[in-house]
């Protein structure tokens, strides 16, 4: 049955309608609702994660570094003590992808871990020194240090011991006579900012040490914040998402608020009767849905219909009361009335 439209106050706008598609209707209003309130829940939590992982990983510098040491030596001379003609040297790139290594302001310690072999030359050798230089882009140093290293004391008793126990590994090569030695170079390098690190010399000074490998690690110090995001990853990320989830959850809330408040107060001032009755009338569905025919496809364009209707019928309505008041509107009145008698 087709709506039949009266001229009454709003819920009144129909006097007879059919109601056999209001649950459905209903359903359908809760689905679209909980639909929507769903997306902005879960866009505002994406926002939430991007806007902390962007700031996670351009607050944290990398953590640790590490890179192989080759040295190079000259052997072009005559010495009968030694093979070497002069100490080991490496050129350690501190670039990498045109990226400096170390983030400035943040403090690093650097150590170089050497494997020798537990050879008699290298116990021989006693202490040695191991200098390091750190250079800017100029070619201007910034930083140097010495520190001084030897091999572990092991007894000749000791020695037998461990080649009688370990002798199996020994010849299998599961194991080797050799020892790890870590130096620290630096315990706590901050890179300079006005001439950051791009190169670091290390120099062992001594022509007769064996080495079997070194490697160059840079671990960062972290302290306050990033010692909090570094060593606690779980507990700041949910922290650090809830706190922008709720950020934004006020921020989009107040921003929509403000447009209710804006459009409620002053719904003459807005361009467009359309747009302010969709803003309007979008916030009571439920009782827009109760005046909508059955053979309505589209539920808001009903309501915008029904509320269309009403505006014309009180428009008409204040036209007439308004003719009612003057006297040119009761003459016409009386002569609109002798006319139907």
């Known amino acids: 049955m087709e709506a039949q439209f009266v001229h009454l106050k709003w819920p009144l706008l129909v006097t007879e309608i059919g109601f056999s598609g209001f649950t459905a209707l209903s359903a359908i209003n809760r689905f679209i609702q909980g639909f929507l309130v769903f997306s902005f829940v879960l866009l505002v939590l994406w926002i939430a994660t991007f806007l902390y992982g ?39 790139s501190l670039m990498r992808n045109k990226k400096h290594v170390l983030t400035l302001g943040q403090p690093y310690r650097i150590s170089l871990h050497l494997e020798m072999p537990d050879s008699p030359v290298n116990r021989e050798i006693g202490m040695f020194m191991i200098r390091t230089t750190c250079f800017s882009r100029e070619s201007r140093p910034v930083a140097n240090s010495a520190r001084s290293s030897i091999l572990r004391y092991h007894s000749e008793l000791l020695r037998t011991l461990g080649t009688l126990l370990f002798l199996p590994a020994y010849l299998s090569g599961a194991a080797e006579q050799k020892q790890v030695l870590e130096v620290e170079l630096f315990s706590d390098y901050t890179d300079d900012p006005y001439s950051p690190s791009d190169t670091a010399i290390i120099e ?20 306050g914040l990033r010692y909090l995001l570094f060593n606690f990853p779980a507990f700041s990320a949910m922290v650090g998402i809830s706190s922008n989830f709720v950020f934004l959850s006020i921020l989009f809330l107040l921003g929509y608020v403000r447009q209710i408040l804006r459009f409620n107060r002053k719904p003459e001032q807005v361009r467009g009767e359309t747009y302010w009755l969709w803003i309007d009338y979008s916030l009571h569905l439920p009782r827009c849905c109760e005046c909508v025919p059955v053979h309505c496809r589209s539920l808001f364009c009903c309501c915008l219909q ?28 009386n002569v609109t009335q002798g006319i139907h008698m």
């Open 306 to 333: 029904i509320r269309a209707h009403v505006l014309r019928s009180e428009r008409e309505q204040n036209q007439q009361d308004n003719e009612r008041n003057t006297p040119e509107g009761n003459e016409k009145l």
């Open 54 to 92: 962007s700031f996670y990983y351009s607050y944290m510098p990398k953590a640790s570094f590490s890179t192989p040491v080759n040295y190079y030596y000259r052997t072009d001379c005559e010495s009968p003590t030694s093979f070497l003609c002069s100490y080991p040297l490496a050129n350690i």
């Open 204 to 223: 062992i000074l001594s022509s007769k040490v064996q080495i079997y490998s070194s490697h160059l690690y840079i671990h960062a110090h972290f302290t």
